[in-house]
């Protein structure tokens, strides 16, 4: 069983920024398509960015798309969301979830019901 655990999250002002983390367990994560969701208070949870196993390919929601970037360490078993230019609506929990069969499916990955693993979710709120 692969675990996830994300962290970084936290307290900003809008127009600030923070880093998330995502440290994996497990020797195949350098095979796993990795992707962000959120999710606010009432509202689904909803994709915010996924990275491609190898990091070569990246793909974001129009909401956060040239403020967000997604990046991943193979060597470290580590996917990271650097959040610029944060916004109230930017207020959720944030999810980092691993497709296991990311080597051999196409790319991008945009529904959870395709991922396969989950960590605990880390609390980012942006006050205005």
């Known amino acids: 069983q692969v675990q996830l655990v994300e962290s970084g999250g936290g307290l900003v002002q809008a127009g600030g920024s923070l880093s998330l983390s995502c440290a994996a367990s497990g020797r195949f994560f350098s095979s796993y398509n990795m992707g962000w969701f959120r999710q606010a208070p009432g509202k689904e949870r909803e994709f915010v960015a996924a990275i491609s196993w190898s990091g070569g390919r990246t793909y974001f929601a129009d909401s956060v798309k040239g403020r967000f970037t997604i990046s991943r360490d193979n060597a470290k078993n580590t996917v990271y969301l650097q959040m610029n230019s944060l916004k109230p609506e930017d207020t959720a929990v944030y999810y980092c979830?691993?497709?296991?069969?990311?080597?051999?499916?196409?790319?991008?990955?945009?529904?959870?019901?395709?991922?396969?693993?989950w960590g605990q979710g880390t609390q980012v709120t942006v006050s205005s």
């Open positions: 979830a691993a497709d296991k069969e990311g080597y051999y499916r196409g790319f991008p990955v945009l529904g959870p019901d395709e991922y396969d693993y």
